[in-house]
């Protein structure tokens, strides 16, 4: 027996939230799938709001994943205490709210998801991506582990997806909101892709304002982000596990437009 599970890319702004709010249900409908893992960490453009988490909760998804905004908003705080079905990255500092992987039962059996970040061209220094996922997988024997990995370079993205390579059942990527063309199924059996994209404006850079980025780029005076608005898209990836062995059988990479 096999089961569909869905990965969808980084929620942007008020559009990506609208976009998933409509799409999410039919999607899973249509695909057949058992369990949705939706990155929400740019719902409020910088960061997510626990009403914003509760509005992706409802939209369809079973876990929410964050990434290097995490604390762009700082009211989620008390909120990845609380709600076991929002996870930020399990390498921040270990005194920080929240945690990074969760055991989820469903009707097919257990499911972990760890969530990660990467190392290369971030802000700041978080623990190994490497040794924390070691850790997870040796304390946590989920047949069917899932991993987002919130990570800027491709390199290093390829390189823990091989690292882990038949010992999660599938890996992808999150951060850049560039949908990749490199969707596979590795050697060992791990579904990869990455990068799934966004969910959010279309016309805009990676989800902002258009003319805000151009305007960084030609050195003007730095303004806050804001979200751009319009015709939206969603990106994904849609991968089916062997329920027994935790393999993955296919993976396939999904765009929907408004």
């Given at each position: 027996?096999?089961?569909?599970?869905?990965?969808?890319?980084?929620?942007?702004?008020?559009?990506?939230?609208?976009?998933?709010?409509?799409?999410?249900?039919?999607?899973?409908?249509?695909?057949?799938?058992?369990?949705?893992?939706?990155?929400?960490?740019?719902a409020?453009?910088?960061?997510?709001?626990?009403?914003?988490?509760?509005?992706?909760?409802?939209?369809?998804?079973?876990?929410?994943?964050?990434?290097?905004?995490?604390?762009?908003?700082?009211?989620?705080?008390?909120?990845?205490?609380?709600?076991?079905?929002?996870?930020?990255?399990?390498?921040?500092?270990?005194?920080?709210p929240?945690?990074?992987?969760?055991?989820?039962?469903?009707?097919?059996?257990?499911?972990l998801?760890?969530?990660?970040?990467?190392?290369?061209?971030?802000?700041?220094?978080?623990?190994?991506?490497?040794?924390?996922?070691?850790?997870?997988?040796?304390?946590?024997?989920?047949?069917?582990?899932?991993v987002?990995?919130?990570?800027?370079?491709?390199?290093?993205?390829?390189?823990?997806a091989?690292?882990?390579?038949?010992?999660?059942?599938?890996?992808?990527?999150?951060?850049?909101?560039?949908?990749?063309?490199?969707?596979?199924?590795?050697?060992?059996?791990?579904?990869?892709?990455?990068?799934?994209g966004?969910?959010?404006?279309?016309?805009?850079?990676?989800?902002?304002?258009?003319?805000?980025?151009?305007?960084?780029?030609?050195?003007?005076?730095?303004?806050?982000?804001?979200?751009?608005?319009?015709?939206?898209?969603?990106?994904?990836?849609?991968?089916?596990?062997?329920?027994?062995?935790?393999?993955?059988?296919?993976?396939?990479?999904?765009?929907?437009?408004?």
């Amino acid at each position: 027996m096999s089961v569909n599970v869905l990965a969808v890319g980084d929620i942007a702004g008020r559009s990506g939230l609208d976009m998933l709010s409509r799409r999410l249900r039919s999607i899973i409908r249509l695909e057949n799938i058992r369990f949705t893992v939706v990155n929400g960490e740019n719902a409020a453009g910088i960061g997510i709001t626990p009403a914003q988490a509760r509005e992706i909760l409802s939209a369809g998804a079973d876990v929410i994943t964050l990434g290097n905004h995490t604390w762009g908003r700082q009211e989620i705080c008390e909120t990845l205490d609380e709600n076991p079905y929002i996870l930020r990255p399990a390498n921040f500092a270990p005194q920080v709210p929240g945690r990074g992987a969760g055991v989820f039962e469903t009707s097919f059996g257990s499911v972990l998801v760890i969530n990660l970040i990467g190392r290369c061209g971030m802000d700041f220094g978080p623990d190994n991506p490497f040794f924390e996922a070691d850790r997870i997988l040796k304390s946590n024997p989920a047949k069917l582990v899932l991993v987002d990995f919130h990570a800027e370079a491709t390199s290093e993205k390829t390189a823990l997806a091989n690292y882990l390579d038949g010992r999660v059942s599938a890996l992808w990527g999150t951060h850049t909101h560039v949908q990749t063309s490199d969707v596979c199924v590795l050697p060992r059996g791990t579904g990869y892709i990455t990068d799934l994209g966004m969910t959010g404006p279309v016309n805009s850079v990676i989800g902002v304002k258009t003319e805000m980025s151009i305007s960084m780029f030609l050195g003007n005076p730095p303004r806050r982000f804001e979200a751009a608005d319009g015709d939206a898209k969603l990106e994904c990836a849609v991968f089916e596990l062997d329920e027994e062995s935790g393999r993955c059988i296919s993976a396939r990479a999904l765009r929907i437009l408004d």
